[in-house]
């Protein structure tokens, strides 16, 4: 049975973010400090977005009113999963266990 990289995207919603740094910071503390120690395996990161115009990499990060949305990657290793969709299953649990009420999108499933 391979293993898998399973890459997920999250939505984060942050009050009294005065920048974007800020915003973004507090994001990816907030998800380490829940996803500590059931899932500390999972790796966090600030997500990018494409510009439709322009296709340089943007920060999926809004502050609006010192109140702000960031978006997050969660990277997950899977080892020994039967297929991709269970290595997807599995990372979905785990991290949505961890993130409760958290909304959770997969967007890649490597086989490693």
Same mark, same amino acid.
């Given at each position: &049975? ?29 998800? $380490?400090?829940? #996803? ?10 600030? $997500? &990018? ?21 960031? $978006?997050?990657?969660?990277? &997950? ?18 991290? $949505? ?14 086989? #490693?």
């Amino acid at each position: &049975m391979p293993d898998y990289l399973v890459t997920l995207e999250s939505a984060w919603y942050i009050k009294e973010a005065k920048t974007l740094d800020d915003a973004i910071g507090i994001a990816i503390s907030e998800a $380490g400090k829940r #996803l500590n120690p059931s899932a500390k395996f999972v790796e966090v990161e600030a $997500g &990018m977005l494409a510009c439709p115009f322009c296709e340089r990499e943007l920060s999926s990060a809004i502050v609006v009113a010192d109140t702000a949305l960031v $978006g997050l990657i969660l990277e &997950m290793k899977v080892f020994r999963a039967e297929s991709k969709e269970h290595a997807s299953r599995i990372a979905k649990s785990v991290i $949505g266990k961890a993130l409760h009420e958290i909304p959770l999108k997969l967007l890649d499933v490597q086989e #490693l």
